[in-house]
Each structure stands twice: as structure tokens, then as C-alpha cells.
């Protein structure tokens, strides 16, 4: 099972608005509706932003939001701040195994 | 609150064991599926392996598989993973994971608790 592909870094400028993409297949991101998207800040465990394609845990800022579109998932960050450089990461049920993960963005605010 | 916490981990060598144990707090472990996930030094995470509620369902990574078994005791709260034919690539911090709602299994993928994690070394 491949990694899910995502660009190796964004970034921006503190209230703009970036979109991380990230790339499978038809076996994962794209025949299915359960992708995720994870914050992980250094030293800390991932924290969960984005369930199920779109939907935010309870807690999680409005200014990030999910969307697919064949096989390719986004995760936008709308009003960028400082708090949001991070790592992120996305993730899908796959039907080879159960799980896969993405290669992993690093966003930085300029 | 919910907690989990790893132990276990340590310096072993290549094509040695190791048993990880994951003690859960906080909720009703019996009712939830459980996962172990992997992080190398530096990298991304892994998803390792699941399993369910009642341990009649199993999955695998392809990097694990025939290496390591999960299970789990549900009269103890805790999970196990126990990895043998260890290789330098498996080093990395271990940690457990679950969904905290209960949910079909594909939505199971989206880990809302989590655990600090265990460190595992291969090396010799």
C-alpha cells in the first residue's frame, strides 16, 4: 500500500487562505468517503481536523475545511495564523488493508 | 477523560522481539476498535494495524504482516502488539488509536485519540 501523495510544503501569508492537496486511488481517496486530515505539531501527537471527506470534530476552528473531487482530496485553511504552521497529514480507509496515511505537508506562515 | 499509554518499547536487535502494551483509560474499551500507528524519526505517520471491538476482525499493514500480531483483553483495558523478526525499519514510536464513536468500520480510519507513544529502536 502506496502513501497517499501530498506536496511536501505550503505556504502563506497570515490571513490568506492555502489548499493542501493529497492524491490516491481509486482503492482509497477516490471510492470512498472517508478521508481525514490531521495537525501535528512538533512533539506532539496528530490531532484530528477533518473526518469523513468534510466534516470538523467538535473544537476545530471553521477556517478549516475538507473537500474531494475524484481522487484527490483538499484540506483549506481560510484566515491563515501563526498557530496553523504545522505538519499535516491526510488519511483514508483503503480497501487493500484498512489504512493509509499521506506523505505529509509542512505549511509555513511567512 | 480518555487516556492511553504506551509501554514496551526499548533497544532491540535486528530479528529480535518486542511486546508493546497500551493501557486505556477514560471509556469503555470494549466498545471500541483499536489501532496501532507508527511514526519514524522525522516522518510521517504509519497505520500499523486494527482491531475491532471483540477482535474478530484484524487487519494489517503489508510492512507488518506475518511479523506482528495485535490483540487485545477487554477485562484488562488494554492493547498488545507484539512484533517479532524485528528490522532497522521499524524503528520508529509506536502508539495507539482510536475512533471515539462507534462507527462502521471504514469511518474507523479517523483517529480522534491518541497516544503519546513508546520508542522503538532496531539497531545493533
Known amino acids: 500500500q502506496s502513501a497517499l501523495t501530498q506536496p511536501a510544503s505550503v505556504s502563506g501569508s497570515p490571513g490568506q487562505s492555502i489548499t493542501i492537496s493529497c492524491t490516491g486511488t481509486?482503492?482509497?481517496?477516490?471510492?470512498?468517503?472517508?478521508v481525514s486530515w490531521y495537525q501535528q505539531h512538533p512533539g506532539k501527537a496528530p490531532k484530528l481536523m477533518i473526518y469523513?471527506?468534510?466534516n470538523r470534530p467538535s473544537g476545530v476552528s471553521n477556517r478549516f475545511s475538507g473537500s474531494k473531487s475524484g481522487n484527490t482530496a483538499s484540506l483549506t485553511i481560510s484566515g491563515l495564523q501563526a498557530e496553523d504552521e504545522a505538519d499535516y497529514y491526510c488519511?483514508?480507509?483503503?480497501?487493500?488493508?484498512?489504512?493509509?496515511f499521506g506523505t505529509g505537508t509542512k505549511v509555513t506562515v511567512l | 477523560e480518555v487516556q492511553l499509554v504506551e509501554s514496551g518499547g526499548g533497544l532491540v536487535q535486528p530479528g529480535g522481539s518486542l511486546r508493546l502494551s497500551c493501557a486505556a483509560s477514560?471509556?469503555?474499551?470494549?466498545?471500541?476498535?483499536m489501532n496501532w500507528v507508527r511514526q519514524a524519526p522525522g516522518k510521517g505517520p504509519e497505520w500499523v494495524s486494527y482491531?475491532?471491538?471483540?477482535?474478530?476482525?484484524?487487519y494489517y499493514a503489508d510492512s507488518v504482516k506475518g511479523r506482528f500480531t495485535i490483540s487485545r483483553d477487554n477485562a484488562k483495558n488494554s492493547l498488545y502488539l507484539q512484533m517479532n523478526s524485528l528490522r532497522d525499519e521499524d524503528t520508529a514510536v509506536y502508539s495507539c488509536?482510536?475512533?471515539?464513536?462507534?462507527?462502521?468500520?471504514?469511518?474507523?480510519?479517523?483517529?480522534?485519540?491518541w497516544g503519546q507513544g513508546t520508542l522503538v529502536t532496531v539497531s545493533s
Open positions: 481509486s482503492s482509497d481517496v477516490g471510492g470512498y468517503n472517508y
Open positions: 482491531i475491532s471491538s471483540s477482535s474478530d476482525s484484524i
Open positions: 488509536a482510536f475512533r471515539g464513536d462507534i462507527v462502521v468500520v471504514p469511518a474507523a480510519t479517523a483517529f480522534d485519540y
Open positions: 488519511s483514508s480507509y483503503t480497501s487493500t488493508s484498512f489504512s493509509v
Open positions: 469523513e471527506v468534510s
Open positions: 477514560g471509556f469503555i474499551f470494549s466498545r471500541y476498535s
